[in-house]
């Protein structure tokens, strides 16, 4: 959303507010992807040079894969934040306030900075653009509001935020705008070579295995145009990998030329299945999620069901199923 008056647009209203608090907490959603972790440090590495303080706190920690880059080692673990004892908390990459998974924070001044198509807008300030590859797009023009130089750590958390939320370009959601802040990272000392191979070259050779285990008992529905992927702690066992390692596997069945859309459901210990769907082209995945209490974008999204996957299982391969001869009609190509 842009407003007509920039000088009351929301990106203006946020630098404001930014520049007149000094303390600051940063969080974004359980489970952190590369677009989370890459949005809350860029940004923290720019809070840092206005000389602000800065915590930056997440409910799960980031996969392994993500340990090198620079200022990990400041993401605090966290469930519950009592009296928090910060000027605001700024919200990356979450539609609603319950998507950090962390207590406690309704009660402080909440700055909202989203992409999420159906953002629920729980801020005191609300910044949602759902036209942006990344909420590191996002990042990205704050931190010029507020005259922050693009350093390379900074850079580098950008470029991975677009990087990994686009799919390593691959989503319908790229602009040249994606590309004209990729290039300016790059000027500004990112290697493209070494994000891909530090984000994508980096497995374990148990995720390897499990990789190959995936695949073996991946199943096909509608004619082919759907892979259906199961994991559960068993798999995990037996291939000698661990949920750190499940990160990214889900795109793979969308190599595969037929393949429209990918569901992987993964049974957590808790009796809920945890759903997570990837689609090409106009197959809106984001509709299905959002009809399940989830949400996430047209090519990417998820949600989480309570109860037995064989009894949750067929409905919602035939929602899909539905999306697909719904998308497949407007498929460019
Ligand atoms: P993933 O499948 O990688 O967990 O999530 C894909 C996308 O969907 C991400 O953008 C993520 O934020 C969004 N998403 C996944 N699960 C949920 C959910 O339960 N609720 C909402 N609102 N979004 C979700
Ligand atoms: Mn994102």
């Not at 000094?22 to 590369?34: C, E, K």
Request: a negative charge.
């Amino acid at each position: 959303m842009t407003a007509p008056n920039r000088e009351s647009s929301p990106v203006r209203q946020i630098r404001d507010q930014i520049l007149q608090r000094r303390r600051f907490l940063i969080t974004s959603h359980a489970r952190p992807d590369g677009d989370s972790i890459g949005s809350q440090l860029a940004m923290a590495f720019a809070l840092d040079a206005l000389g602000k303080e800065v915590r930056v706190v997440n409910v799960d920690p980031a996969p392994d894969h993500y340990q090198e880059f620079p200022g990990m080692d400041r993401i605090e673990i966290a469930s519950r934040v009592a009296e928090a004892r910060v000027d605001a908390v700024i919200v990356m990459e979450c539609s609603d306030i319950g998507r950090t998974g962390i207590s406690g924070l309704e009660r402080e001044y909440l700055i909202n900075i989203d992409h999420h198509a159906g953002n629920q807008l729980y801020g005191a300030l609300n910044w949602h653009d759902d036209t942006a590859a990344a909420c590191g797009e996002m990042v990205f023009d704050l931190i010029q509001e507020l005259a922050v130089p693009l350093t390379p750590e900074i850079a580098t958390h950008i470029y991975l935020g677009i990087l990994t939320d686009t799919g390593s370009f691959h989503h319908s959601n790229i602009t040249p705008r994606t590309f004209d802040i990729c290039r300016q990272c790059v000027e500004a000392g990112v290697t493209p070579a070494v994000m891909a191979r530090r984000v994508f070259d980096s497995n374990s050779f148990g995720k390897l295995k499990l990789i190959g285990a995936l695949l073996d008992d991946m199943e096909l529905a509608d004619e082919g145009r759907l892979a259906v992927m199961h994991l559960d702690d068993e798999m995990l066992a037996a291939t000698g990998s661990t949920h750190n390692d499940t990160e990214g596997l889900i795109n793979l069945p969308l190599t595969a030329r037929e393949i429209q859309a990918v569901v992987f459901f993964k049974v957590t210990e808790s009796g809920e299945v945890r759903v997570s769907m990837r689609s090409k082209y106009d197959v809106d995945v984001r509709q299905v999620a959002s009809e399940f209490g989830g949400g996430g974008h047209k090519n990417a999204a998820g949600f989480t069901v309570t109860g037995e996957l064989p009894d949750v299982r067929a409905g919602i391969v035939q929602r899909i199923v539905r999306a697909i001869a719904d998308g497949l009609q407007t498929r460019p190509v």
